[in-house]
């Protein structure tokens, strides 16, 4: 099954804690049907003191949603909106959500 979210959309979290929030998808993570949003579903890790670290302590971490808890946002009307593929006659595939706003081009025609 094709993902509809890609690495970098602006999408819009329709269900659990963070119900109506919108961000940037930071990492897709196909085998488990997650995504990472930036700056949502945040969790406390205790890290040992190391170079990148060298106090230790709690950071923030970005935890994985599920793939049907989000929505890509429609770049018209700025709300998180369902969407399909179409493939038009040139071979190209685009991303389009169900008011017929194009989101993306997944597969260029091919020459």
Do not use: C, Y
């Not at 099954?1 to 990492?27: C, P, Q």
């Not at 003191?49 to 989000?70: C, F, L, T, W």
């Not at 770049?75 to 194009?102: A, C, H, L, M, Y």
């Amino acid at each position: 099954m094709a993902l509809h979210i890609k690495k970098g959309d602006m999408v819009e979290i329709v269900a659990g804690d963070h119900k109506g929030a919108t961000g940037r998808v930071l990492r897709v993570i196909p085998k488990k049907n997650k995504v990472v949003v930036q700056g949502h579903n945040i969790a406390k890790k205790h890290v040992r003191p190391s170079r990148k670290n060298p106090q230790g302590g709690r950071i923030d971490v970005e935890q994985p949603i599920h793939i049907s808890n989000v929505l890509p946002i429609n770049p018209k009307s700025s709300r998180g909106n369902r969407v399909r593929f179409q493939i038009s006659e040139d071979g190209s595939k685009k991303r389009v959500t169900t008011d017929g706003s194009e989101i993306g081009v997944i597969r260029k025609a091919k020459t």
